[in-house]
């Protein structure tokens, strides 16, 4: 389904409700390396609502920092969608997803969620559409920007 009852808070201010499990109990997973971050309480999101900009030292500039699309750049899900890009069981990791998208000029959000069997993961979303269809037309895109190659619908 995509909906969970509960809600979360986004560090920072921005409310977050809402939950979805993938069918099947797939959890993608991407690489990054490890970055310290506090064990966030059940349902707790983390995003900062403010993009750092810039660049690390040594690394080409990235692609969406000049052009970020409107949807990526207002508070993720405030138009009730938004997209589900990376799932980790390390807060710190992504902590960093969401540190390395912002950088990039992509709002971001993550949130912990217990799945049965699973324990707790760290989601971590951007972007903010209208409804199912408007989220699932903008990935496509979304993926080719950021060079990766899964992402869902998630209702907030």
Same mark, same amino acid.
């Given at each position: $389904?995509? @909906?969970? +009852?509960? #809600?979360?808070? !986004?560090? *920072? %201010?921005?409310?977050?409700?809402? &939950?979805?499990?993938?069918? =099947? ?5 991407? $690489?990054? @390396?490890? +970055?310290? #971050?506090?064990? !966030?309480? *059940? %349902?707790?999101?983390?995003?900062? &609502?403010?993009?750092?900009? =810039? ?23 405030? &138009? ?77």
């Amino acid at each position: $389904g995509d @909906e969970l +009852a509960g #809600g979360s808070d !986004l560090v *920072g %201010g921005d409310e977050l409700v809402g &939950g979805d499990e993938l069918a =099947g109990g797939n959890e993608p997973s991407a $690489g990054a @390396e490890s +970055a310290a #971050g506090d064990e !966030l309480p *059940g %349902g707790q999101v983390v995003g900062s &609502g403010e993009s750092s900009g =810039g660049d690390m030292p040594g690394e080409p500039a990235a692609a969406g920092t000049v052009d970020t699309p409107q949807p990526y750049q207002v508070p993720v899900g405030q &138009g009730g969608w938004a997209l589900h890009l990376y799932s980790f069981p390390d807060n710190g990791l992504a902590q960093a997803q969401v540190t390395d998208l912002e950088r990039r000029g992509y709002r971001a959000a993550m949130r912990a969620v217990d799945l049965p069997d699973k324990g707790r993961w760290y989601r971590v979303y951007v972007g903010s559409f209208a409804s199912r269809n408007e989220a699932l037309a903008a990935r496509s895109d979304l993926l080719e920007r950021i060079g990766t190659d899964w992402a869902m619908p998630f209702r907030f």
